[in-house]
């Protein structure tokens, strides 16, 4: 069976991009921090019909990414496609002035050293299955920048020129990689929403379909789609699913 990993599965985008592998026939390996929130997740997978794991997993601990991996080879033997979409970083809106060290070593280490420790666990089994694909979850503030989150767009800036460099390095071995950039109504967002109920008019106002991004069926999708043979000959892209908000992407 085809298998597929994803960070940071236990709500929102994560979630939905597990079930949508799911349902395009992968086991499904959900890795969680906390296991309340991914076990849930892994059993809506099975109500399914599909086979998925929980696996608590912090994706800033080399060691809990390298053993996530390790459970996916054990129960679907091997690992076929690579999803870190996991991140812990300051979400609320604040000026460069305010940034702090704890701010920066959050955003980095959830965004860059987990992509970093997620590309060295899972490069032998991606390379080893013969159609390999690691997938990261960027974001369009990594190319258009962010005036309220600064070290959120530094990040994902980084995870894309890292996406690039890898998709170079693992070409030869039959690995494509790429990034996602998407919108989408996540548990965050809503709360943001609460917060601020101007924000859904004024995000749904930027986007020509006139709405947000639904997890599963709007970026999990594109997900599932770069996780397909179909997608064989893409790499080192970023693909926008955002409903065109930022159609200079």
């Not at 033997?77 to 609320?92: C, E, I, K, T, W």
């Not at 002035?97 to 920066?104: Q, V």
């Not at 609460?194 to 709405?211: I, Q, S």
């Given at each position: 069976?085809?298998?597929?990993?994803?960070?940071?599965?236990?709500?929102?985008?994560?979630?939905?991009?597990?079930?949508?592998?799911?349902?395009?026939g992968f086991g499904v390996v959900v890795a969680a921090r906390r296991a309340?929130?991914?076990?849930?997740?892994?059993?809506?997978?099975?109500d399914r019909g599909g086979r998925a794991v929980c696996v608590p997993t912090?994706?800033?601990?080399?060691?809990?990414?390298?053993?996530?991996?390790?459970?996916?080879?054990?129960?679907?033997?091997?690992?076929?496609?690579?999803?870190?979409?996991?991140?812990?970083?300051?979400?609320?809106?604040?000026?460069?002035?305010?940034?702090?060290?704890?701010?920066?070593?959050?955003?980095?280490?959830?965004?860059?050293?987990?992509?970093?420790?997620?590309?060295?666990?899972?490069?032998?089994?991606?390379?080893?299955?013969?159609?390999?694909?690691?997938?990261?979850?960027?974001?369009?503030?990594?190319?258009?920048?962010?005036?309220?989150?600064?070290?959120?767009?530094?990040?994902?800036?980084?995870?894309?020129?890292?996406?690039?460099?890898?998709?170079?390095?693992?070409?030869?071995?039959?690995v494509t990689v790429n990034c996602i950039a998407p919108v989408a109504v996540?548990?965050?967002?809503?709360?943001?929403?609460?917060?601020?109920?101007?924000?859904?008019?004024?995000?749904?106002?930027?986007?020509?379909?006139?709405?947000?991004?639904?997890?599963?069926?709007?970026?999990?999708?594109?997900?599932?789609?770069?996780?397909?043979?179909?997608?064989?000959?893409?790499?080192?892209?970023?693909?926008?699913?955002?409903?065109?908000?930022?159609?200079?992407?």
């Amino acid at each position: 069976m085809t298998a597929a990993l994803v960070t940071g599965a236990g709500q929102g985008v994560g979630r939905g991009v597990a079930l949508a592998l799911a349902g395009a026939g992968f086991g499904v390996v959900v890795a969680a921090r906390r296991a309340e929130n991914g076990e849930p997740v892994a059993q809506e997978i099975r109500d399914r019909g599909g086979r998925a794991v929980c696996v608590p997993t912090d994706v800033t601990v080399r060691d809990d990414v390298v053993a996530a991996v390790a459970v996916a080879r054990t129960e679907f033997g091997g690992l076929d496609v690579m999803v870190h979409n996991a991140f812990s970083g300051r979400n609320s809106p604040y000026q460069l002035e305010e940034a702090t060290l704890p701010d920066w070593d959050r955003a980095s280490r959830s965004a860059m050293w987990a992509s970093i420790y997620c590309a060295q666990a899972a490069s032998d089994a991606l390379a080893a299955s013969g159609r390999g694909r690691y997938i990261l979850v960027s974001s369009a503030a990594g190319v258009e920048g962010s005036a309220n989150l600064p070290l959120y767009a530094a990040v994902k800036a980084a995870q894309r020129a890292f996406a690039k460099s890898l998709a170079r390095e693992w070409g030869e071995r039959g690995v494509t990689v790429n990034c996602i950039a998407p919108v989408a109504v996540t548990p965050a967002l809503e709360t943001a929403f609460k917060t601020n109920p101007a924000l859904r008019g004024r995000l749904e106002g930027r986007t020509p379909l006139g709405r947000l991004g639904d997890p599963e069926a709007d970026i999990g999708s594109v997900v599932a789609f770069l996780a397909s043979e179909a997608a064989g000959f893409v790499t080192g892209q970023t693909i926008a699913c955002d409903g065109g908000s930022f159609t200079g992407l």
